[in-house]
């Protein structure tokens, strides 16, 4: 059922003196005196919370792989891995995964004692719609998406993202975010970290 | 024949002052209004040009000057024009009867810092402010645009029906001070130590209701409404044509209507009024230059009133607004009218 709400008509106190005015007056001024709560964009940046979806980013081996996933993939593709490389074992089931498949450029090569090892890992991001579903599909943790979101280029070849890149992001992350819990709830003490821009009083939790 | 160069020399600084006042003014309070309409809504404006943004009218102004003059197909360019320049002379000629202060005396030389002291000074700012109407319905004409059509007929219904309204309630100090001259009127009240609000305050309501109808501001800003109407009548302008329509509108004429509100009812530059026992003047200090300061201190802050409410209330509906004006409003100016018609000779013989 529908609860009908009516607007209670002004009296003729109200009408004659304008209290309808007065009170949106008298909250208007209050906010008028009170501190902006603005971020001044270009020059401060709110860091996103860590399962945003931004740019592509390949996660570099450095021991903490996903086991017994990546030595299991590993063994399969007799994959060549190198520390602060990507960890990429090229099955391609992101590209399987992927709506818009053609936005991968997925190759590997082989090297001369036999391995294997990617060689070329270009996403095109005009055609890509940050829908993460490569990011679940990859089995060694290597594909995720970054807090970058600034990312206007000036030419169509900016906008494709190669290997180089991919692992500089990748190792940028790791550097910075890798440590953080992937969910931030209300009462977390990172949530504090990561708007401390604003200063916000958040209440404290009581343990 | 010296006597008249010495009075064109004064005439020529008058004017060069005042226009260089009002349009560097309303310049800035471009800046004003987005600072006070930022802070309600609890941003800091504009902050970057600048000490907080000090330098963004100029910058805005370059920005404006360097932009490609459109004209839409089919429209009149002749009416399109013209319509700028009616929009822009009325409304800066008001500020030649605006009265800034008392006579003072240079180099030997009486001057009443006002233009001219016509002694129908208020007839002649009522004249300027219903030529306002026809700045906006022939820009809204000469634009072929359906958009600004719409917002400059809502924009004439509403002048129409509140320069009625304005006129009369307007009346009640006219007799109270028994003289049309803006000068005389602001002497009438300091020689009688009353400002006119203390006797008019019903006059003094629907002159400010009014006044925001006559510059098209909230709540009655049915000619812009950026929801409906993107901006009304100046959607088919361009460039500096289209920085001039709103700086008209919003600034000058609300600073000169805000200035003969000032000059009306508040006494014009004579300080602080107790009703019948005289004038406490905080700002004492000051000298001579004390009158100055209160004027554009009451000027100022009846603007800064005026943008308070702009970024408050919502806005009206086009019948609820002519509704208002012929129904409530003009009734209310008649009461007026027969009471102070009654009231004044009872209290100054």
Known sequence: MVKKVFEKPLSWIERIFFLDFVRGLSITIRQAFRRTITTHYPYEKLTPPKRFRGFFGHKVVDGNEPQPAFEEWVERFKIQVEPGKSRCVVCMLCKRACPVPQLFEIEGEKLPDGRRRVSLFNMNMMLCTFCGFCVDACPVDCLFQSDIHETAGYTRKDSVLDLQTLERIGRDWQRRREEEPDRIWIDDYQRQRLWYENNPHLPEVKR | ?349
């Open chain 2, 1 to 349: 024949m010296e006597g008249l160069i010495v009075w064109l020399i004064i005439t020529l600084v008058k004017i060069l002052v005042i226009l260089g006042i009002v349009l560097g003014v309303g310049a800035y309070l471009t800046l004003v209004e987005r600072k006070v309409a930022a802070h309600i809504q609890r941003r800091p404006g504009p902050m970057v040009v600048g000490w907080h943004g000090l330098l963004q009218p100029l910058a805005d102004g370059i920005k404006l000057l360097t932009k490609e003059d459109l004209f839409p197909r089919y429209g009149n360019r002749f009416l399109y024009n013209l319509a700028l320049v009616m929009a822009l002379v009325p409304a800066t000629l008001v500020f030649a009867v605006v009265p800034f202060g008392p006579e003072f005396k240079v180099f030997g030389v009486e001057v009443k810092p006002i233009l001219t002291d016509v002694n129908v000074g208020l007839l002649l700012v009522f004249a300027l402010g219903s030529m306002a109407v026809f700045a906006i319905a022939l820009a809204g004409w000469a634009s072929n645009s359906k958009y600004a059509l719409i917002g400059s007929m809502r924009k004439a219904g509403i002048v129409v029906s509140y320069e009625v309204v304005i006129t009369f309630a307007v009346m009640g100090p006219i007799i109270l001070a028994g003289t049309l001259s803006t000068y005389e009127i602001v002497q009438k009240q300091i020689e009688q130590e009353l400002w006119y609000i203390w006797l008019q305050p019903l006059a003094f309501v629907v002159y400010m209701f009014a006044l925001l109808a006559e510059t098209g501001r909230v709540p009655f800003d049915v000619q812009e409404a950026e929801a409906e109407l993107v901006t009304g009548f100046t959607v088919e302008y361009g460039g500096m044509k289209f920085g001039l329509f709103p700086l008209v509108e919003w600034y000058i004429e609300v600073l000169s209507l805000s200035a003969i509100a000032v000059v009306l009812f508040l006494g014009g530059w004579s300080p602080i009024n107790i009703p019948f026992l005289g004038f406490v003047d905080p700002l004492f200090f000051l000298g001579p230059l004390s009158p100055f300061v209160w004027f554009i201190l009451k000027v100022s802050l009846l603007f800064l009133f005026v943008l308070w409410l702009h970024w408050t209330l919502p806005r009206y509906r086009i019948d609820q607004i002519t509704e208002t004006a012929w129904k409530v409003m003009l009734p209310l100016t008649f009461v007026n009218l027969v009471l102070t018609a009654v009231i004044a000779p009872v209290l100054w013989g």
